[in-house]
């Protein structure tokens, strides 16, 4: 009985290797990452049920993903705003270790300056890295161009601050640069007004939030979407017209603020607060664009060997900007964007990889931002260079089919006021660890415990009815960041605050 047990054993692991040995290398890779686009923000249930969001928004192609591919239902962004996740994909780092833990703009200023200013507590953000991602790094653009793909960056880049050599995508690895540069936000999303800041505002005149290049489209009906997409389907057919291999990451400004309608789309929201109905029309034009790209890449015979990923950055806007109440627009998740709560940083995840990945399959296993770098890259067989320290796992055993064996919790640090006042809308540090997510606010020593398996909404904190897991989990944090070698905030006038321990210590005196 042993005996045949081992020889089953042994039969079912050889089996195992040879069909890992048999995966398909991802000819192609595709990264699909959408700006601030909530957790319920698609018609892709990532929650137990579906929703009332999932049925206000038209996401057929996103479905179509789903179908074919895994929803990844706990899927993290590596930071609750827009730079350090993009950063941290591009770098394979978490911000505690990069230093990139906020949104940067122009080179060697920082702007969190005047935000903290604002704030009635007494911390002060410590130094960052306010350049963000530099040309020396190996950025995934860089080792996918030395492996000879060909590489495109399409949209919002928002990966260094202007006037550092990180603004401008060219100098991080990619061959062609759609419209990206130092910014994170489009000046307008209508062809009509150049794409243009001062454009919205019926002026003339330019502002460094004018997005680059799409000359085009200027004075045309376009949508800025639609304009980037157009374009990137050209870099995809000609890649397939060279027989190149092709890297593409593709980043609509959508869904970021300002909330600009697609107007041929309202009528499909009737019913709906106007600055809602604006944003779903832009969900919805975000989805016909994953459309335009799926059937490029299916009429030139790459989807088949394409690895392709659709996520999104932050969590939905909800703090200002929306419509209707505060706070509520990634429900049943609590917050949105700038939070170190769920709606902060619970993002939509799909991936699908034919031949490799399950169709129609769904996984509750924690994933974060930074597991793409190392992942895309496996996946398409290209190596991480040896030196090179990563937060991130290689995932693709696990997509696979296999367990995820993740020796490091999932862990955020974002010591900055984000400007905008919310719930967990504080600098903060967090880890998740199995179900249980445990949040460190810095500016008032509060420990908060959650266990978001069972309580997505975080409205039962355990901390004082779980002290040794708080204890527990206190402790791996502080280890986390000091590994990382994060950066902690400081008092306004010297000093340190409380660190996890020490705050720890308090709660439970
Ligand atoms: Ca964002």
New binding site residues.
Partial sequence: MLRSFLMLSLLLSTQALAQNSDVPKARHVVLFLV??LGWQDTSVPHHTEKTPLNERYRTPHAERLAEEGLVLRHGYASSP??TPTRTAIHSGQSPARSHITYWTLYADQDQTTPWARKDASSLVAPAWDVNGLDQSDPTLARLFSDAGFRTVHAGKAHLGAIGSSGADPLNLGFDVNIAGHGP?GPGSYYGQHDFRANGRRGKPGKSVWDVPGLEAYHQKDVYLTEAIVEETCGAVRQAAKDDKRLFLSFAPYAV?APIMPNKKYLEHYPDLDPKEAAYATMVETVDHALGALLSTLEDEGMLKDTLFVYTS??GGLSAHGRGGERHVHNAPLRSG?GSAYEGGVRVPWIVRWPGVVAKGTTSDVPVISHDLYPSLLAAAGVSVPKDHVLDGVNLTPFWQGGELDREHPLVWHMPHFWGVHGPGVQPYSALRQGSLKLLFFQGDGRIELYDVAQDPGETQDLASERPADARRLAQLLAAELLRRKAQAPRIKGGGQPLGVMAALNEMQR
């Fill in positions: 700006d601030d705003v827009c994170g970021h950055d932050n964007k």
